[in-house]
């Protein structure tokens, strides 16, 4: 039992897995191993709002034994599978896009059988990680500083009527130059 344990261990990362391992049952007779691993994950929660670094956490079980778990977001695989207890993996939420997403954990066994886990939804919202918008009115801004600061000579406070332009673009678009800052 012990040779044909070994045998799986290191038969599945060398070819890929191997199918239809032949195990020994308890009458000494061999069967083929066809049945799948259990997998759920266990973290994060459904319906969970999730930003910056998390955690992916799976539990699984066969009765054989497990050889990886490979975790999913919207189908396609994250990282490479954890092939060790815990079946967790670390993963950088500003690498999606912001909004609703769905979490997986397929689990493998030696013998090829694989099972994927229920489904988990998630809520990704990294604030401030959407690039800004650049508009006609951020060009008209910049092109006032500019203006600002060609009129404005070396090591002297900006004069009176270039400031009060600056004022102006301040009112009409609320946003305050970064020339004035």
């Known amino acids: 039992m012990r040779a044909i344990l070994l045998i799986a261990a290191l038969c599945a990362p060398l070819f890929n897995g191997c199918a239809g391992l032949i195990v020994p049952n308890s009458t000494n007779a061999t069967t083929k191993d066809t049945q799948p691993p259990t997998v759920s994950i266990t973290a994060p929660a459904n319906n969970a709002a999730l930003s910056g670094t998390v955690t992916l956490t799976a539990t699984a079980s066969d009765d054989v034994g497990v050889v990886g778990v490979q975790f999913r977001v ?78 404005r000579k070396p090591g002297t406070a900006i004069a009176a009527s270039n400031a009060m332009i600056a004022t102006t673009i301040m009112i009409s678009t609320s946003v305050k130059p970064a020339c004035l800052v």
Not at 84 to 108: E, F, Q, R
Not at 137 to 150: M, P, Y
Request: one cysteine or more.
């Open 74 to 151: 919207d189908s396609a695989n994250v990282g490479s599978p954890v092939t060790n207890l815990p079946y967790s993996y670390a993963v950088d939420t500003t690498t999606v896009s912001n909004g609703a997403h769905t979490i997986t954990a397929v689990a493998s066994d030696a013998a090829g059988n694989a099972s994927t886990s229920a489904a988990i939804n998630v809520n990704v919202n990294n604030a401030g990680s959407t690039a800004p918008s650049i508009s006609r009115r951020s060009f008209k801004i910049l092109d006032a500083c500019e203006r600002l600061r060609a009129r």
